[in-house]
């Protein structure tokens, strides 16, 4: 069973450029959390998506980030008009229904640089 | 006071070393914990479950305090591959976010 599956693995974008990270969760999972983490940080929460569906988008900031998780193929989160300040790691999470998103699968995260 | 707080350390331990982290939490609500392990620049593993009966695997041991509101995570005989930020995880108590703390470092030594 493959694990949970990011791409790009980096990604570099100059100001005002958009930015797609992918995730695809893991077989069977139909939870999707995205995390940001800036270096020597904690992760923060940013959104939580079931398929076709955002349950909460707390953490996200309300301008330039939108994120999606269709039917079918990953979950994507979008930054458009990027600024040096959204420079950080990004992880994208799964979890199975049953579970109710108490436990997490990790992906390697997508490393964005905006120069 | 934070949801979630851990000790930032670093706790700079010998190999052989046993060692212990500690993790208070605010929500009283809260229903499910979590030891996570993250090495530097790699994505957070899942180190294992927190049980209200206490948990053991290996040379790992984690424990809950509901009334004292903190978890713990006891590390014996430590490698120096257990190096790594601790990664304390609090869920339930009405939402379904999972809170995450900022982690605790352990480094060990030979």
């Known amino acids: 069973n493959a694990g949970v599956m990011q791409n790009p693995r980096h990604l570099v974008r100059r100001r005002g450029q958009e930015a797609r990270l992918r995730c695809s969760p893991m077989k069977g999972h139909s939870h999707v959390y995205w995390y940001r983490q800036l270096p020597e940080e904690g992760l923060k929460f940013m959104v939580y998506l079931q398929k076709e569906n955002i349950i909460d988008e707390s953490g996200m900031p309300k301008e330039r980030f939108s994120a999606e998780f269709p039917k079918e193929g990953p979950s994507i989160l979008r930054i458009q008009q990027v600024v040096r300040g959204d420079s950080a790691a990004y992880f994208c999470?799964?979890?199975?229904?049953?579970?109710?998103?108490?436990?997490?699968?990790f992906g390697p995260g997508t490393r964005l640089t905006v120069t | 006071r934070k949801e979630v707080e851990q000790d930032p350390g670093p706790f700079n331990v010998p190999e052989g070393a046993t060692v212990a982290f500690n993790c208070t939490y605010s929500?009283?609500?809260?229903?499910?914990f979590f030891w996570y392990r993250q090495d530097c620049r790699k994505e957070p593993k899942l180190l294992m479950s927190?049980?209200?009966s206490g948990n053991e695997d290996g040379r790992f041991t984690a424990q809950l305090n509901r009334a004292s509101q903190y978890i713990s995570l006891l590390i014996r005989d430590s490698k120096l591959s257990d190096s790594a930020t601790y990664l304390c995880v609090v869920n339930g108590g009405g939402s379904y976010i999972p809170t995450f703390g900022r982690g605790t470092s352990l480094i060990v030594h030979p």
């Open positions: 999470a799964s979890s199975p229904p049953m579970t109710g998103g108490y436990e997490q699968y």
């Open positions: 929500n009283s609500a809260s229903q499910s």
């Open positions: 927190v049980y209200s």
